[in-house]
C-alpha cells in the first residue's frame, strides 16, 4: 500500500461548488451527491489523486495506466456519505482492488465519529497510518508478506484485500520485473500524469 503524505487540496471554484450541493441538500451530503458534482471537479480530483500517488493503485501500487481504474471513498460512501468529498477519504484504485470480493463497499471504519479523523479504521489506512510499518514483506522484492512481523492491522488488511493470494502475488511478481526492466523516468511519469487527468467513468 502507498503511504499518501499530502493532502488532497481542490480549488476555490471546486470547493464553492462543493458546499453547494452540500446546502442544496439541506446541509448533508447523500449518497447520491458523488454523481451530482460537475465533471470539472471530478476531473481536478481526479488528476491530483494520480499525481499524489505517482500513477499508482493507492492499494496494491500498480501503475494504473492501461488498468481500469476509479477513485475510491476509504470509507465507503453509501454507509458514510457525509465523508464524500472528505479530502483524505479519495484515492486512485485500480478496479480489482476496488471489486466486490476485495475492498468494494465493505466497511472500513470500526469506530465512527463525526471527524473522519477521529474515526478508527479496521484496515490500515493510506494517510492515517504508515503502511509500512503495519504490513511487513519478507525481502525487498515485496512480493511475499511476513506474517509474523507485520501488525495485527497489517495482518487485517493482508485478509481485507486476501492480499497473499495466487492472482496478487504473480501481479506482485510481474510489476516488479516490470519496473527492473521498464523504469519510468520521471518526464515520462510527468507526460502520462498530463494524459491521465481526464475523468473516464
Ligand atoms: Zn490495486
Redesign the pocket.
Known sequence: MLNITTRLTISRASSRFVRALKLRQNGNFTQASWGMIRNSVKNEISGKLFANQGL???????Y?IG?G?EIDHFAHKGDYPQFTFTAVNLFY??????SPE?KGQKNTIESLNDQYNNCTFSIVHPYYHNPDEEIIFTDQDRIYFDRINSTQLGNNTIDF?NWDDLLYTT?RSRTLVNERLNPLTSQEERTLIQLSISYKK
Not at 499508482?56 to 500498480?62: I, L, T
Open positions: 499508482k493503485c493507492v492499494y496494491c501500487e500498480r494504473l488498468l481504474h484504485s485500480c478496479k480489482l482492488c476496488n476485495r484485500f501481479i
